[in-house]
């Protein structure tokens, strides 16, 4: 599964209530599966390591799943980039059910509050950027930042080693900047320096077959 919806106490909702969303949104193509609605088996929620807009007790575990799947005549092509933005198109609407109180993305095991998923994803609708932050995590360590399910998107994993001791704000910066810069420009093969507005240049140096290091200049 791409994603999981997760619901609060009303439960899950009847796939006639999915069925009515789909026939009322205009140009809605559903073609991707929704898995475990009301009266089916039920499922336990993804694992999420990064939370984004959720108050600190809010429990995965007290909330049930309906799991977001790509659909057999997709199988194989659930990472490409057409395939992830008509995921994203139609994962936007979803929330308008009753009771979705989060949205999980299991390649980068983020689990977030819809309300932030569909803004991020309207300002990729409207023009802007691919919503990075909503696809792909940044975990910091001592001495680097380190990306959580890129490699899904670009068959790649990202560290950006810090300047100094640890991870400053400006490398967090300059990382986010980064995965929306590889988001646009693909797999980095060869050593190259990518130069971005607002942060300079950084050198993305691959390391075997799916790791890329990033170092500022």
Do not use: Y
């Not at 910091?140 to 560290?159: M, N």
């Not at 093969?189 to 691959?206: C, Q, Y």
Request: glycine content about 8%.
């Amino acid at each position: 599964p791409l994603a999981a919806l997760l619901f609060g106490g009303a439960g899950l909702p009847a796939a006639a209530k999915l069925s009515a969303l789909s026939a009322s949104i205009d140009a809605f193509s559903l073609i991707f599966d929704i898995a475990v609605l009301a009266g089916g088996t039920k499922r336990a929620s993804p694992a999420a390591v990064c939370r984004v807009a959720l108050p600190p007790e809010f429990s995965l575990a007290e909330r049930e799943a309906a799991w977001f799947l790509v659909g057999s005549h997709l199988a194989g092509a659930e990472n490409l980039l057409p395939v992830l933005r008509v995921a994203a198109g139609i994962l936007r609407h979803l929330p308008e059910l009753e009771g979705v109180e989060a949205i999980v993305w299991r390649p980068a095991r983020i689990v977030m509050s819809p309300v932030w998923f569909v803004e991020a994803v309207d300002i990729r609708l409207a023009g802007g950027p691919f919503p990075a932050l909503a696809l792909a995590a940044l975990a910091r360590t001592p001495d680097s930042l380190r990306s959580e399910g890129l490699a899904f998107l670009i068959g790649q994993k990202l560290t950006l080693w810090a300047r100094e001791s640890g991870p400053s704000q400006e490398d967090s910066r300059t990382a986010v900047r980064l995965t929306d810069w590889l988001f646009a420009h693909g797999r980095v093969d060869t050593s190259r320096e990518a130069v971005m507005a607002g942060v300079g240049a950084v050198w993305l140096e691959p390391e075997g077959p799916n790791m890329l290091n990033a170092r500022l200049r």
